[in-house]
């Protein structure tokens, strides 16, 4: 699938910890429904042939809905499934060489704290940065926060596009306006929603409006 920015709109990372009743596909096809734009596998506890395995089912999911599937971390489980994409950390397989093993339209993303390495990842090869925590994060309580200016600074400093990330909800989106932005990523605020279908369109509406505002009126 070749990538876009407007893929990144609304950024869905997955997180089975909120299914409850509800199955963790049917969670991710009611975020699908809703609007979200990709998602991103994430699994941090499973064993890699179960990661693998669910991550072929997801894709097919996610495809059926013609949105791509990025995998956190693995990039071998990210190929071998045939995902439309990895999303790596400062410390995970570096981007350079994910590039050089893996198909030409194999979409790269990689996290970003600050300027440097925001350009560091641009000229190794990645297709997109993410960049945060822009809010404290119940899912990951120790990452560091950054301000909006810092935000927007990343953001400006390279030419492919960013997604913000860390505990952006419907209350607190247009706290980052003006940040650069091409898009929201977003865990709790989806999945940990009552009703996730309504949630994911909901925030996919106000995700329009701070990138909108962030292109100076033009989508």
């Known amino acids: 699938m070749k990538f876009s920015k407007d893929m990144l709109l609304l950024y869905a990372v ?6 409850g009743g509800q199955t ?10 809703g609007g979200a734009t ?3 596998l994430r699994e941090k506890t499973l064993a890699e042939d179960a990661y693998l395995a669910e991550a ?26 045939g995902a439309d994409g990895v999303h790596v950390g400062m410390e995970d397989t570096p981007v350079s060489e994910i ?22 990842a641009e000229k190794a090869g990645a297709d997109y940065i993410g960049v ?22 990343i953001c400006c400093s390279v030419s492919i596009p960013a997604v913000a990330i860390g505990g952006i909800c419907l209350e607190n989106m247009m706290e ?30 106000k995700a329009k409006a701070v990138v909108r505002q962030d292109r100076g009126g033009i989508l």
């Open 14 to 19: 997955t997180d089975r910890s909120w299914a």
């Open 24 to 33: 963790f596909y049917a969670q991710l096809e009611a975020a699908l429904r």
């Open 38 to 40: 990709l998602v991103q």
């Open 56 to 81: 072929v089912q997801v894709r097919a999911l996610c495809h059926r809905y013609d949105v791509p599937l990025i995998v956190n971390d693995n990039v071998d489980v990210a190929l071998k499934s």
């Open 99 to 120: 590039r050089r093993r893996a198909p030409r339209e194999f979409i790269i993303g990689a996290t970003a704290k600050t300027v440097a390495q925001a350009r560091a």
């Open 132 to 153: 945060g925590a822009v809010f404290p994060s119940p899912t990951k309580k120790n990452a560091i926060r950054i301000t909006t200016q810092q935000l927007k600074e």
């Open 176 to 205: 980052i306006e003006g940040g650069g932005m091409a898009g929201i990523a977003v865990v709790s605020a989806i999945f940990a929603a009552d009703d996730i279908q309504q949630a994911t369109a909901q925030l996919k509406e």
